[in-house]
């Protein structure tokens, strides 16, 4: 299995070692801060580092957009645009309303479902 991370942070960090921990995944990633992917390289987060977004995501089975909230949308939109086709993408922001608001893509999902969506569910 293949999982890209955009933002490999405190939470895309403990998802890259999970996903090679618990599923002996292959961890590709993109950061803009080299110093944090340098860093996920020497802990064993990732596998490998890109400098964009494409090159990180652009053989992923799943990807994992773990970033600051006000860059989820531009950041979720470039990954969606250089995904395989039968990739899923999510996020892990803690708010929903601008990234589902700028994205209707059937290949995105949400990591929080929105107010009132849980109950939908059921």
Do not use: N
């Not at 860093?39 to 799943?62: E, H, K, P, W, Y």
């Not at 979720?76 to 893509?105: N, W, Y």
Request: with cysteine; glycine share 10%.
């Amino acid at each position: 299995m293949k999982i890209a991370l955009v933002g490999v942070g405190l939470i895309g960090g403990s998802i890259g070692l999970a996903a090679r921990e618990r599923l002996d995944a292959s961890v590709a990633a993109y950061d803009s801060s080299g110093e944090a992917l340098q860093v996920a390289l020497q802990r064993g987060a990732i596998d490998r580092a890109s400098d964009d977004v494409s090159g990180a995501v652009s053989d992923a089975d799943a990807v994992f957009v773990a970033a600051p909230v006000g860059v989820l949308p531009e950041l979720t939109a470039a990954a969606l645009a250089a995904v395989p086709e039968d990739c899923v993408v999510t996020d892990v922001g803690s708010t929903k309303r601008a990234i589902v608001a700028a994205l209707e893509v059937a290949r995105f999902v949400g990591g929080h479902p929105l107010a009132g969506a849980d109950e939908q569910l059921r």
